[in-house]
């Protein structure tokens, strides 16, 4: 098992522009949890998701940041416009409703 | 609200000795409780669970869950350097997400 795969491992990317973090889950893991992570704040849930559907969104932090998952081996976590107060590590997470498995994360630079 | 509590430290502990690491927890609903450990750099990884009252061994770890206090607890015995990282508590309250505390960092000197 690959365990859960995320992309980039880092973006490094200007004020205003558009990004984009994929997460692929663990086969048959049927929740996705989307993760982030500050030195101020720890890590903080922004969304997740059970048999594909969003369950709980109260974490995101404002209209900018939107996630989808449209199929149950992929997820994507869009923010648009970016900002600086958006870097942070990114992390999802799948499970079975137990003990979660997290991927590497997406380090987020906005300049 | 649902929160976590963890003694931020660092908490330095000399190579071989026990670490403790403590965390509390506000939700009593509460039912399963996981520890993570998190190297510099990178994921958690889930090292422990336990979801009833009292100790529960695994090689060098042990938890320690007390519901009635809201207090669950990590012992590390015979640490190591390459313990050194920060420690995770996290609490689920609902049987789906988790609530992570802040962490405990710990260093084992050599």
């Known amino acids: 098992d690959a365990g859960v795969i995320q992309s980039p491992r880092h973006e490094v990317t200007e004020m205003g522009q558009e990004v984009t973090l994929r997460c692929k889950p663990i086969?048959?893991?049927?929740?996705l949890f989307w993760y982030r992570q500050t030195m101020m704040r720890g890590l903080e849930l922004l969304i997740y998701?059970?048999?594909?559907?969003?369950?709980?969104d109260s974490g995101m932090p404002e209209d900018r940041f939107s996630a989808k998952m449209p199929n149950a081996s992929f997820s994507t976590l869009k923010i648009q416009p970016s900002e600086p107060r958006d870097s942070a590590v990114y992390f999802c997470a799948s499970s079975l409703g137990d003990g979660y498995t997290f991927g590497s994360g997406t380090r987020l630079t906005v300049v | 609200q649902k929160e976590v509590e963890q003694n931020s430290g660092p908490l330095s502990v000399p190579e071989g000795a026990i670490a403790s690491l403590n965390c509390t927890y506000s939700d009593r609903v509460s039912q399963s409780f996981f520890w993570y450990r998190q190297y510099s750099g990178k994921s958690p990884e889930l090292i422990m669970s336990?979801?009833?009252?009292g100790d529960k061994e695994d090689g060098r770890f042990t938890a320690q869950l007390n519901k009635a206090s809201q207090y669950v607890s990590l012992l590390i015995r015979d640490s190591q350097p390459s313990d050194s990282a920060t420690y995770l508590c996290a609490v689920n309250p609902n049987g789906q997400n988790f609530v992570f505390g802040p962490g405990t960092r710990l260093s084992v000197l050599p």
């Open positions: 086969s048959g893991h049927d929740y």
């Open positions: 998701f059970n048999n594909n559907v969003p369950i709980d």
């Open positions: 336990i979801y009833s009252n």
